[in-house]
T-cell receptor, first 114, second 110 residues
Framework: DAGVIQSPRHEVTEMGQEVTLRCKPISGHDYLFWYRQTMMRGLELLIYFNNNVPIDDSGMPEDRFSAKMPNASFSTLKIQPSEPRDSAVYFC????????????FGPGTRLTVT | GQNIDQPTEMTATEGAIVQINCTYQTSGFNGLFWYQQHAGEAPTFLSYNVLDGLEEKGRFSSFLSRSKGYSYLLLKELQMKDSASYLCAVRLYNNNDMRFGAGTRLTVKP
């Protein structure tokens, strides 16, 4: 398996623009997570899905952020409108759950909002 | 809120042993994970503890005390490539919702 795939790897955009981050989880994994990592706040859970259904979105910063998982092999995280404080690395991770299964992280998308 | 605390930075010498501590106060507990993250890369899984005691995996070991809300990661025979951040994460409930500590940046010096 190719692992968790994220695109784009780098995104530079201007304040006010819409940004869409994409993720393809490992085939067969039934959990998908979106994280944001910054130097100040570390790795923060934004939202996670189980079998394509959002379970907990309490970590989503505000209404400008939205996430969807239309099928088992694809998820998006959208920021509209983007702001400079959204600059961070966004990771997608997927996992099974059967006790000790860990999360597998994608390579991340480095977002810079100017 | 969930509190997971780790030292911010540590330094150790190549070939030595280092212990990275993690304390947690969370609304639930269903396992503790350690991840390694090299600069500019994604976190990768190192170890998992759900019962009290020591889990050994090559040069890395992880310990858990649930009554004390405490874990440590022990790295032996340190190598330069072990320079990285080490993240402690607690799985809260009977699902895979995990919360991460801020990480400990380990620098291994020759």
């Amino acid at each position: 398996d190719a692992g968790v795939i994220q695109s784009p790897r780098h995104e530079v955009t201007e304040m006010g623009q819409e940004v869409t981050l994409r993720c393809k989880p490992i085939s067969g994994h039934d959990y998908l997570f979106w994280y944001r990592q910054t130097m100040m706040r570390g790795l923060e859970l934004l939202i996670y899905f189980n079998n394509n259904v959002p379970i907990d979105d309490s970590g989503m910063p505000e209404d400008r952020f939205s996430a969807k998982m239309p099928n088992a092999s694809f998820s998006t995280l959208k920021i509209q409108p983007s702001e400079p404080r959204d600059s961070a690395v966004y990771f997608c991770a997927s996992s099974l759950f059967s006790g000790r299964d860990e999360q597998y992280f994608g390579p991340g998308t480095r977002l810079t909002v100017t | 809120g969930q509190n997971i605390d780790q030292p911010t930075e540590m330094t150790a010498t190549e070939g030595a042993i280092v212990q990275i501590n993690c304390t947690y106060q969370t609304s639930g507990f269903n396992g503790l994970f350690w991840y390694q993250q090299h600069a500019g890369e994604a976190p990768t899984f190192l170890s998992y503890n759900v019962l009290d005691g020591l889990e050994e995996k090559g040069r890395f070991s992880s310990f858990l005390s649930r009554s004390k809300g405490y874990s440590y990661l022990l790295l032996k025979e340190l190598q330069m490539k072990d320079s990285a951040s080490y993240l402690c994460a607690v799985r809260l409930y009977n699902n895979n919702d995990m919360r991460f500590g801020a990480g400990t940046r380990l620098t291994v010096k020759p």
